[in-house]
Each structure stands twice: as C-alpha cells, then as structure tokens.
Nanobody
Framework: QVQLVESGGGLVQPGGSLRLSCAAS????????MAWYRQAPGKQREWVAR???????NYADSVKGRFTISRDNAKNTVYLQMNSLKPEDTAVYYC????????WGQGTQVTVSS
C-alpha cells in the first residue's frame, strides 16, 4: 500500500524557517521522483519543488532561492527546507510522486504570521 506522511509544519513568524518531512512507503523510493505541493485556502493546489532520482531539482519561481528540496533514500524521506518564509507561503503542504501520483496524504499546515 502506497502511503505518504507529511510532518514538520507549524506557526512561524515572517522571515523564519521550517523543515518539512515526507515519509513514503509502498514503492521503490530510490528510483522515484518526488515533489512538494501546497494548497492555500481558497486556491488550487500548486507545485512547489521537485527532485528526481538522480538528484536534479526544480523550483517554482515563488520559492526559488528560499526553499531547498532534498531526499534521503535510506529513510525513504523527502524534505523541504523553507527559509525566509513569507505570509503568502501559508498553506497545507503535501508531497507526492512525480510519476503516477498516489493518493494524497493529510498534508502538514504551515502558517506564516506575526
């Protein structure tokens, strides 16, 4: 059974940092490209960052230079380091496979507010 479990969200002040984690199971993680997405209230889910099995990474323009995606194949986990957070980064963050996306996990709430 494919499962995605996100964690690490919370309330942070503008300019602060958070590190999100996504534990994946049910597929061969090491050969899977992984991505982070987010959904703000009243908006559609949007892509944030992705990392391929070979390590290549891409970022949405809105987070480029502030967020870093990484992976640990030994732990079947993908991370999202978020720095210089802005109020507009407030959203529920999700991870998923790039190819053949699985059912969405519960996500982790990130709130950026003073």
């Amino acid at each position: 059974q494919v499962q995605l479990v996100e964690s690490g969200g919370g309330l942070v002040q503008p300019g602060g940092s958070l590190r999100l984690s996504c534990a994946a199971s049910g597929r061969d993680f090491s050969i899977s490209g992984m991505a982070w997405y987010r959904q703000a209230p009243g908006k559609q889910r949007e892509w944030v960052a992705r990392i391929f099995s070979g390590g290549n990474r891409n970022y949405a323009d809105s987070v480029k230079g502030r967020f870093t995606i990484s992976r640990d194949n030994a732990k079947n986990t993908v991370y999202l380091q978020m720095n210089s957070l802005k109020p507009e980064d407030t959203a529920v963050y999700y991870c998923n496979y790039i190819s053949s996306p699985a059912s969405w996990g519960q996500g982790t709430q990130v709130t950026v507010s003073s």
